[in-house]
């Protein structure tokens, strides 16, 4: 008779169900690798994973990996032996570090569809409000007011909906890139149905998460704004204590939630358990190299796509930027001939161009940059699978 199992999904247990069945809910995206899964014949205690299930996601170690761990387990069991001579073991024992751009393109290449699809849903939003502001703009026979009123609402309403899809593309991007990563393939709607359903989990702690980050930055923002205002000995120390002070709060933050996106789909985690398992493996690998640590492998992918995404936004700027460079040039002469900033700020404000329509070079170069974006959660999906690995 063929095994069967029960699989417990939000909460909920589902089956019993044999491998085939299971195989069905796996293709809808209905069964993750990290959902809890256990024989139906099996005491409810003996709860383990769908990955662990044979023959549905086929994510068994490789037979060295397992020996490997074997012989850590073995060398801890011990207890007598010499600290450092344990360690040694523990960095022994770990698999190799996979490089984690190679996988993240390899990845993003073999499901460009549906990564593209996903990038759809912000790139849509953006499309619709910047086209049809033009259309009304130019529009004969429409009063001006009229035509600013509508294009408002319309663009307000596109950022809403923009913002409402982020979560779906959020949980999107891991559930894809989990099944890819372990050699499997899914069509996009089971991705898409899959991720809708992680919608009030992933919603709720990314408004918690990107809450704090905005805070942070407008905390950054208003450390310059005193800078500037009041350029005195005293504002001057207490703005470079109060930066100092910041860097340490968004670098500690920044530890904290690495790996929430990754917990909270993949491990169908809570808040609270997103958030200290997050840390927790943030903080993992002190054996390790400090450049093959998660924190600093995860600070580096940071890295890179901000840098990449400034080179996009500076040459899709830079022909106003090239334009306006005379104007913030007097006025950064006239804020450095003592004269009253507040007034020169002031001037400034008043002296940029109304129309801040973007041209269809930027609006392209946004578009592409939203195309590559989910490079970014690969390598972080990457990141996750590796650092778990290690662990």
Not at 116 to 133: D, H, N, W
Not at 203 to 222: D, E, H, K, Q, S
Request: with cysteine; charged share 15%; proline share 5%.
């Amino acid at each position: 008779m063929a095994e069967e199992w029960i699989i417990r999904v939000q909460g909920k247990e589902y089956g019993p169900a044999d491998l085939a069945t299971l195989r069905e809910w796996k293709a809808d995206g209905r069964v993750l690798p990290a959902n809890p899964a256990r024989q139906a014949d099996v005491n409810e205690a003996h709860w383990k994973t769908a990955g662990d299930i044979p023959g549905l996601f086929q994510v068994e170690p490789p037979p060295v990996q397992g020996t490997a761990r074997n012989q850590r387990s073995a060398a801890y069991a011990q207890g007598s032996g010499d600290p450092k001579e344990i360690s040694d073991q523990k960095s022994k024992s770990r698999p190799p570090s996979r490089n984690i751009l190679v996988e993240t393109f390899r990845i993003y290449f073999r499901g460009f569809f549906q990564f593209f699809c996903l990038s759809l849903l912000s790139i849509v939003p953006i499309l619709c409000a910047e086209l049809t502001s033009r259309f009304i703009d130019t529009a004969p026979g429409v009063n001006v007011n009229l035509r600013t009123l509508v294009a408002v609402a319309f663009g307000l309403c596109m950022l809403i909906l923009r913002i409402v899809l982020i979560p779906v593309y959020i949980a999107g991007i891991q559930i894809l890139t989990a099944e890819l990563a372990t050699g499997h393939r899914i069509g996009f709607f089971s991705v898409l149905n899959a991720a809708v359903k992680y919608w009030p989990r992933v919603a709720g702690l990314g408004l918690f998460v990107y809450g704090v980050f905005f805070l942070l930055i407008l905390f950054a923002l208003g450390i310059a704004i005193m800078v500037v205002t009041s350029a005195t000995l005293f504002s001057i120390v207490l703005a470079l204590g109060l930066l100092a002070f910041q860097v340490w709060l968004f670098g500690r933050f920044f530890i904290n939630v690495l790996f929430w996106q990754q917990f909270t789909v993949l491990e169908n985690a809570n808040a609270n358990e997103a958030l200290r398992e997050s840390r927790r493996l943030a903080r993992s690998g002190r054996d390790l190299p400090w450049y093959q640590r998660p924190l600093w492998r995860g600070a580096l992918i940071v890295s890179i796509w901000i840098a990449f995404a400034l080179a996009i936004a500076v040459v899709a700027m830079w022909p106003r930027l090239a334009a306006e460079w005379p104007l913030v040039r007097d006025s950064f002469s006239q804020l450095g001939a003592a004269q009253d900033p507040q007034v020169v700020l002031q001037k400034m404000m008043a002296s940029l161009p109304k129309n801040q329509t973007a041209s269809f070079s930027e609006l392209g170069l946004t578009v592409l940059q939203r195309i590559l974006q989910p490079l970014l959660g690969i390598a972080f999906v990457v990141l996750y699978l590796d650092s778990r690995q290690q662990e």
